[in-house]
């Protein structure tokens, strides 16, 4: 089986990690392996290479993403750890455990990888080529697994070309994941709770903290890999601007702000107390890294409301508009 020239497959020696460190620090994806499933990783800190990510996967939504980082020691600077997280912590990682904190204000991971959320998840993970593509990028790296949306977790390098060959830039290649599942979710913000069951058993997770532990019922059984119920919608605390959202609009009311996309912008459009443009090149790529963190700073600016230019539904859009139509559904 050879690959594309687009995809390139390397066997994960010292100098195939090297190669990738390169690739994530220039905004590509590297596919790599981990104790649980093969990841598709790309630099959390950077908001286009997160969209690119989301991009290549065809996800319909922006699900919030695990951040992995090569130590606790690092994990602590990106999440807000209690005692109940940090007793987890310190029993199972490196390990197939990933815990949901709250987001330190400085924690410099894109608001895109944490689907524009005050949590975090995040993971070290127990798997030398991982941990040394971690230490040697010197940041933290997000990952879902290597799949297309919808589709089985990978196992092998093989699964992951089956899926995204031609879509992402390097696959790192170790052989099969050892542990084969994803990792097990906790939620530690407030009582523990499990929001996905994975490589770690919950007992080993009870005896830990000595009590046991609620499960999050999930509100759909999705085949594949388990992504859907988690998605951004379904969780209590998903981010919502307080200002009121108009979508689709063709002109500006006074006392609006604008969130404007592409080149032409709508009439009255100076009249906007301020206006931001996702991408004035009209590229969706560029506007899915730019949503949350402009969305954050119209809502702060104490508009009437934020009005919305049409954005266009193929590609990323699909998953923009997803988004902005949680954000302006009315709220209870
Ligand atoms: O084993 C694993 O966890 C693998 C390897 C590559 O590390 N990664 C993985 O990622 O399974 P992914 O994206 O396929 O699944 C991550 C799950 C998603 O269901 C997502 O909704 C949930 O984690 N998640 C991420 N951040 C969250 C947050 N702040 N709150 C709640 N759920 C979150
Ligand atoms: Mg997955």
């Avoid at 390139?8 to 690739?23: D, F, L, P, Q, Y």
């Avoid at 977790?153 to 899926?163: E, M, Q």
């Avoid at 004035?280 to 700073?297: H, K, S, V, W």
Wanted: with cysteine; hydrophobic share 45%.
């Amino acid at each position: 089986m050879t690959a594309e020239p687009s995809t390139r497959v390397m066997t994960a020696t010292a100098a195939a990690i090297t190669e990738a460190v390169r690739c994530l620090m220039a905004g590509g994806l590297v596919a790599f392996p981990t104790e649980t499933v093969y990841g598709l990783g790309a630099d959390a800190t950077n908001g286009t290479a997160v969209a690119r990510l989301y991009h290549a996967k065809g996800r319909p939504a922006f699900n919030p993403l695990i951040s992995h980082v090569p130590d606790a020691a690092t994990a602590h600077r990106l999440g807000a750890f209690d005692s109940a997280a940090t007793q987890l912590a310190e029993a199972f990682w490196p390990g197939p455990l990933t815990l949901v904190l709250p987001r330190l204000p400085s924690c410099p991971v894109a608001e895109l990888a944490t689907a524009g959320l005050d949590t975090i998840a995040l993971r070290v993970p127990n798997h030398g080529v991982a941990r040394d593509l971690l230490a040697e990028f010197g940041r933290p790296i997000v990952a879902p697994s290597a799949n297309r949306s919808g589709h089985v977790s990978p196992t092998t390098a093989p699964h992951v070309l089956a899926d995204l060959r031609g879509r992402i830039d390097l696959v790192l290649d170790d052989g099969p994941a050892p542990v084969g599942i994803e990792s097990t979710i906790v939620a530690c913000l407030g009582e523990p709770i499990i929001l996905r069951p994975g490589g770690l058993p919950r007992a080993k997770l009870e005896c830990v903290l000595g009590q046991s532990l609620a499960d999050r019922t999930p509100l759909s059984e999705e085949p594949g890999d388990g992504e859907a119920p988690l998605a951004p919608g379904q969780l209590a605390s998903h981010y919502a601007p307080s200002t009121p959202l108009r979508l689709n609009v063709r002109s500006i009311e006074a006392g609006e702000v604008l969130l404007a996309f592409g080149p032409s912008v709508p009439p009255g459009a100076e009249r906007a107390a301020r206006m931001m443009n996702l991408s004035p090149g009209g590229d969706l790529i560029e506007a899915a890294a730019n949503l949350f963190a402009y969305l954050r700073t119209l809502d702060a600016a104490g508009a009437t409301a934020i009005a919305v230019t049409r954005i266009p539904d193929d590609g990323l859009g699909d998953a923009i508009n997803d988004r902005l139509r949680r954000a302006a559904a009315p709220r209870a």
